[in-house]
């Protein structure tokens, strides 16, 4: 009998027992499951060294927000999912989970969120016996609380919501403002006042620019921590930093390898003893590591890391990595933001209109225009302009990565045929027919002997867009799709389109087709003038023409025209606000060389040159062979684009410009 006792007493002890309380980091190891969905791998998740303190911060009941600034791939999307569990699991409430558009909230929700509830048995039980009619892709009941997932972009989905956790994902890529109810992650944050200490806010993402980058602001204003790791020769805890990666010459004779690969073996150099580690001896650095705050703490934790922590990648990969994107201002961007999680800084210079004039090259420009043979395709912009009432054009010949010439560039105006003093407006169709016939009809001359016709003319709407629409139904028009694509079919098309405040593409969106049907069917394509100005003052100030005449990619030639040009293209400069937001300021009234510029390039990523395979552009270089017979038009085929399944269609008569 007492034994029974006994036995019954063990069992209510254990009813009466408390909670099993375990930080993030111990949970997530004992109850969330890695589906092959989203992970390499299905199991129980095992985490890293340095990620047990990002995990724990979650936990920590003196955590009220927690910001991570890390590059790609390296635990922030892991870490939101194993926050979502455990809110689920242990501690419910309301979750909502900001994306930067909507189609971003149905992708976490379909290939992260669902697999995840499926592979967690402590989850599955939870979840999947949901049969709340409120339930959808984007919103799910538990006991105890609720997630929605909802983009950063509509200010309804932010209002009416109390909620206690907040999940805000890659906020570096939401826009400035929720339509005019302004921030979207202070319009978030204000959904959680009601919780007080309880609440739980959560940044992550990759940073971006300097002065803009909404995660490097967070974690501004948190305590800094960042990862120290011990050398694994003299103990010397020190901050992984890509300076101290060493490959080739930089390396000991000894440690070079015999077959003079670049970069080859790869070692990483202690900063105090200068003795080098190997990536074995890295990786077990790494899960050695402090985490060590710079700031004080307030209930803000903040985390940084780059992937010369990460144990998925070699030092030899990010080397190699390294040295393919310095080649491109571009893609060096990409591996200082997205491989290292430093800020990109720029100084808002403007590019040097003297500099810039001084190295102009001898080439013919203009009617008569000898386009260089790396040139392979023709793009026209055009801007329209009041006050004189006039067009100006510009012609750019682009060739492979980005590199381009300016072929011609010409302002057109017509008078009054009874009186010669006055120039016609903007709408008298006179004007555009000497476009049509100045510009768009017009061949050029290639280097091979072969002509080239314009491919597409982009024509900025201004403030008069009904000319411009008169002007584009005389003409081809590109192909749309329904996933927002754009083809360009068909020679000497033309696209109307507009600027507007994308700072992160060059094609920043179509108008719809139900908008274009009040056009008579007319899609209006927008332009990130921002980012196309970046782009371009980039190039033009860090890239120069190869003096022995070798391509350089992304490099903008220049023939001899006058100093004006130069005044134009270089007119504005870029003004970082104390909001964050990038304004473009005048420091020269006349900018029409510069909006030209942009169209341009813009016009160059309509066409779908950004990603042209190399048998598109063997296929140019194909049509450009050098004739036997300068001067004389020659028959081409038109290369299709990578996104088009048909085949080249053929064309007789001149050079195409495709």
């Known amino acids: 009998m007492n034994s029974t006792v006994s036995q019954l007493t063990q069992q209510w002890a254990k009813l009466f027992k408390p909670p099993e309380r375990l930080s993030l980091s111990e949970w997530a190891e004992k109850h969330f499951y890695l589906s092959t969905q989203f992970a390499t791998r299905n199991g129980l998740v095992k985490l890293h060294g340095w990620q047990r303190e990002i995990f724990d911060s979650f936990t920590d009941p003196r955590t009220t927000e927690v910001s991570c600034m890390l590059g790609i791939q390296l635990t922030k999307t892991l870490f939101i999912q194993a926050a979502i569990a455990y809110v689920i699991a242990e501690d419910p409430g309301p979750i909502l989970l900001l994306e930067p558009k909507e189609s971003d909230a149905q992708t976490f929700s379909k290939k992260r969120l669902k697999p995840m509830l499926e592979a967690s048995p402590k989850l599955r039980s939870v979840m999947l016996n949901d049969t709340s009619k409120d339930s959808t892709i984007l919103s799910k009941d538990f006991p105890g609380g609720n997630i929605t997932a909802v983009s950063a972009l509509v200010p309804g989905n932010l209002a009416g919501r109390t909620i206690r956790y907040l999940m805000c994902d890659e906020t570096d890529k939401y826009e400035l403002s929720a339509g005019k109810a302004g921030d979207p992650i202070g319009l978030a944050k204000g959904r959680t006042t009601n919780f007080g200490s309880l609440r739980k806010i959560v940044q992550t993402c990759s940073p971006t620019e300097q002065g803009t980058s909404r995660i490097a602001l967070a974690y501004d204003n948190s305590d800094q921590r960042k990862p120290w790791v011990p050398c694994p020769k003299c103990g010397h805890f020190q901050i992984l930093k890509f300076e101290q990666v060493k490959w080739g010459e930089k390396l000991p004779k000894e440690l070079r390898g015999t077959d003079g690969d670049v970069p080859g073996p790869t070692f990483y150099q202690c900063v105090s003893c200068e003795k080098f580690w190997n990536d074995i001896e890295r990786r077990k650095a790494c899960e050695l590591t402090q985490w060590r705050a710079e700031r004080p703490f307030k209930g803000h934790a903040g985390f940084w890391i780059s992937h010369l922590y990460s144990p998925w990648n070699s030092l030899e990969d990010l080397a190699t990595d390294f040295l393919q994107a310095k080649r491109n201002r571009e893609t060096l961007k990409v591996f200082i933001t997205e491989r290292l999680a430093e800020l990109w800084k720029e100084d808002g210079t403007v590019p040097d209109d003297q500099i810039l004039y001084e190295r102009r090259e001898e080439y013919a420009w203009g009617q008569d225009a000898v386009v260089p043979s790396r040139g392979l395709f023709l793009v026209a912009s055009v801007d329209v302009q009041e006050n004189p009432p006039r067009l100006e054009s510009s012609v750019f010949a682009f060739g492979r990565e980005r590199e381009c010439w300016l072929i011609d560039h010409q302002v057109i105006h017509c ?244």
């Open 415 to 658: 008078h009054a045929a009874d009186r010669a003093e006055t120039l016609l407006p903007v709408t008298a169709p006179e004007l555009w027919a000497e476009l049509d016939r100045r510009v768009l009809q017009h061949q050029y001359l290639h280097e091979s002997g072969n002509w080239m016709s314009i491919w597409l003319m982009a024509v900025d709407t201004g403030m008069r867009p009904q000319p411009v629409y008169d002007f584009v139904l005389r003409h081809p028009q590109p192909h749309y799709n329904a996933a927002g694509g754009i083809s360009v079919p068909s020679f000497r098309s033309v696209v109307p389109i507009k600027g507007n405040d994308d700072q992160y593409k060059i094609v920043s969106q179509i108008s719809k087709e139900t908008a274009a049907r009040n056009r008579q069917n007319i899609r209006i394509v927008s332009i990130g003038t921002p980012r196309c100005k970046t782009v371009i003052f980039d190039n033009l100030r860090y890239v120069k023409p190869d003096p022995d005449g070798k391509a350089v990619p992304d490099c903008w030639h220049f023939p001899k025209v006058e100093r004006a040009y130069f005044e134009g293209l270089c007119s504005e400069r870029r003004v970082i606000k104390a909001d964050g937001s990038v304004v473009w300021q005048k420091v020269n009234p006349r900018n029409e060389p510069l909006d030209l510029a942009v169209y341009a390039r813009a016009a160059y990523s309509m066409v779908g040159a950004d990603h042209f395979k190399e048998a598109t552009w063997l296929e140019f270089e194909r049509q450009l062979k050098p004739t036997d017979r300068p001067n004389v038009p020659t028959a081409a085929k038109m290369p299709t684009q990578p996104s088009q399944p048909r085949a080249p269609q053929r064309r007789t008569g001149t050079y195409s410009g495709f």
